[in-house]
């Protein structure tokens, strides 16, 4: 009995530590719902790192923008923020300027959806295997949501995103994660 009670109590404990990811449908099991742009990309159940799809965009011509969003409201007293995400390329043409590939990017906005901050997460170019990136970025005060973009930024080839995550951190939990030179 004293066992079955303490498997009892670490699962809950597991449970209730648990991170929540804040970004909906990271994975694309359920199409591009959630997703802004949809006219810019498709699901791919070919090339995926989990699941059953990533999203993918494409561009042959033209060099433009073309990216999905999704706009997230920040839970109250968010100290930071882990973003992750996995990133696949294929023949993403090199550009003089270094933003233009395909990248995630988030930005934090104020409560009138105005810009405060942007952060690349990762970038691709040139033809990669599935890559992870992960980057811990401390929640401006005045931020109360952020963007999420997967972008294929002003250049041509074929960009491929999966398991988008973005979970908050506690002040403690980002002093111990991130690197000295980046605490304020």
């Known amino acids: 009995m004293k066992t079955l009670f303490f498997f009892c109590s670490l699962f809950l404990a597991t449970i209730t530590n648990a991170q929540t990811n804040l970004v909906k ?3 694309f099991e359920t199409d591009l719902l ?3 742009g ?3 990309a498709a699901l791919s159940p ?14 042959f011509v033209g060099a433009e923008w073309k990216a999905l969003d999704q706009i997230i409201t920040l839970p109250k007293n968010s100290y930071a923020l882990e973003i992750s995400a996995w990133i696949k390329s ?16 988030v930005e934090f906005t104020n409560s ?12 691709a170019s040139g033809t990669t295997n599935w890559t992870p990136f992960k980057k811990i970025l401390k929640v401006p005060a005045e931020a109360k949501k952020i963007r999420i973009m997967l972008a294929l930024a002003q250049t041509n080839g074929t960009v491929f995103f999966d398991d988008i995550k ?4 506690s002040e403690e939990e980002y002093r111990k994660s991130a ?5 304020e």
């Open 38 to 40: 949809e006219e810019n």
């Open 34 to 36: 959630n997703w802004r």
């Open 166 to 169: 973005a979970t908050t951190l």
């Open 179 to 183: 690197p000295t030179a980046v605490l």
């Open 46 to 59: 070919f090339e995926k790192k989990t699941g059953k799809n990533s999203a993918v965009i494409n561009q």
């Open 25 to 27: 449908n990271g994975g």
């Open 90 to 105: 294929d023949a993403i043409e090199a550009q003089k300027e270094s933003y233009k590939t395909g990248a995630i990017i």
């Open 112 to 123: 009138a959806d105005k810009k405060i901050s942007a952060e690349t997460i990762g970038q």
